[in-house]
């Protein structure tokens, strides 16, 4: 399967701790985070790695060059300016002609992609979303979701009611269907969450939610890094 890693972002609020680094260099255990993203990802049999670039490119380039090493093919595009997180598939189009992994570069997961795939095909879901309960709904970006696990409404930060049918936040990877590539937005940037998917439900499309408890956990801030940091040192993974 193919895999497209999100990795144009600025990481503006890790700037100031780590000048110079690209978020997804940022290091868990001694190797970049991107690493341990590839190699989980070559674990479970994804070859084909497309990766979007805008902030100091050369420096994931010249260390991850055509992916050889790490076992996997890379295809890179670099942004001169921010397509967003949905335009950055507009780059990746043509190679996107079956299911396909959408994952943020600044997520550290262990999800066990396989049962992922399983929940995506029983329910012949055209976008699946990886969600889990958030501790903190009120500065989340949310999906309601029925109980056949169908998403019907996303609630975008920062919320101007409180929201009450769900805790559930998008934890940033998505299964997608090439099928719905036909459906971006025209307009650069867009956003999965704020364009795209509220985009797909108005076009009726099947959106799912898969609730999983395994460690997802973006790293965003220094404190989310930190956070990061201290899970792995438990996990203990290579």
């Known amino acids: ?29 001694g190797k970049p985070l ?20 805008h902030y100091l490119p050369e420096k994931i380039k010249n260390y991850f060059g055509d992916g050889k090493k790490f076992g996997v093919k890379i295809t890179y595009s670099f942004e001169p300016n921010i397509l967003g997180t949905a335009g950055a598939l507009k780059n990746f189009k043509k190679y996107l002609t079956e299911t396909f992994v959408v994952i943020y570069g600044d997520v550290f997961t262990t999800l066990d992609f396989e049962k992922f795939l399983k929940f995506h095909r029983a329910k012949k879901s055209q976008a699946t979303l990886l969600v889990h309960e958030t ?81 997802t956990k973006d790293m965003g801030t220094s404190k989310r890094y930190k956070k990061v940091q201290e899970a792995f040192k438990k996990l203990k993974i290579d």
């Open 1 to 29: 399967m193919k895999v497209v890693i999100l990795s144009a972002g600025l990481g503006i609020r890790m700037q100031k701790a780590f000048p110079q680094i690209p978020k997804v260099m940022l290091p868990i255990g």
């Open 34 to 53: 991107l690493e341990h993203t590839i190699n989980h990802l070559k674990k479970q049999n994804f070859g084909e790695i497309y990766i979007n670039l």
């Open 135 to 215: 501790d903190h709904p009120q500065d989340s970006d949310l999906a309601a979701i029925d109980k056949n696990n169908r998403i019907y409404r996303f609630y975008i930060s920062p919320h101007k009611k409180p929201v009450t049918d769900t805790n559930l936040s998008s934890a940033a990877i998505y299964l997608l269907e090439p099928e719905i590539l036909k459906f971006l937005p025209k307009k650069t940037p867009s956003d999965f969450l704020e364009d795209f998917f509220p985009l797909l439900l108005k076009k009726k499309l099947r959106m799912y939610g898969y609730n999983s408890s395994e460690y």
